[in-house]
């Protein structure tokens, strides 16, 4: 497993802008396919977006495409999901996952991946 640290969190106000960091150590960090999810009071977990492990190929949840970007940095061990035009429904924890096996990025269960950050609190006012 690989250990994941999320940051970048906080209170911004509707149509405003944040980028989420994930940072991640203890494994080959080029082997792992990552993900975010998220998870808003009263629902379940829900897929964000997902980075292949080449970082060749991404997947967005119809819900934030063209307004959500995830990239990663392999020098920082780093994955990165920039929102921009942020709407109050995409107020929640956001949690950052990892899945080994070099896979690619469009696995979006929960149960797929292997390890989990902590999560970091995104709150949109409006």
């Known amino acids: 497993q690989v250990q994941l640290v999320e940051s970048g969190g906080g209170l911004v106000q509707a149509g405003g802008s944040l980028r989420l960091a994930c940072a991640a150590s203890?494994?080959?960090?080029?082997?792992?396919?990552m993900a975010w999810f998220r998870q808003a009071p009263g629902k379940e977990r829900e897929f964000v977006a997902g980075?292949?492990?080449?970082?060749?190929?991404?997947y967005y949840a119809d819900s934030v495409k063209g307004r959500f970007t995830m990239s990663r940095d392999y020098a920082k061990n780093t994955v990165y999901l920039q929102m921009n035009s942020l709407k109050t429904e995409d107020t929640a924890v956001y949690y950052c996952?990892?899945?080994?096996?070099?896979?690619?990025?469009?696995?979006?269960?929960?149960?797929?991946?292997?390890?989990w950050g902590q999560g970091t609190q995104v709150t949109v006012s409006s």
């Open positions: 203890g494994r080959t960090f080029i082997n792992y396919a």
């Open positions: 996952a990892a899945r080994g096996e070099r896979s690619n990025p469009y696995y979006t269960s929960i149960s797929s991946y292997d390890s």
């Open positions: 980075i292949a492990w080449s970082g060749r190929f991404t």
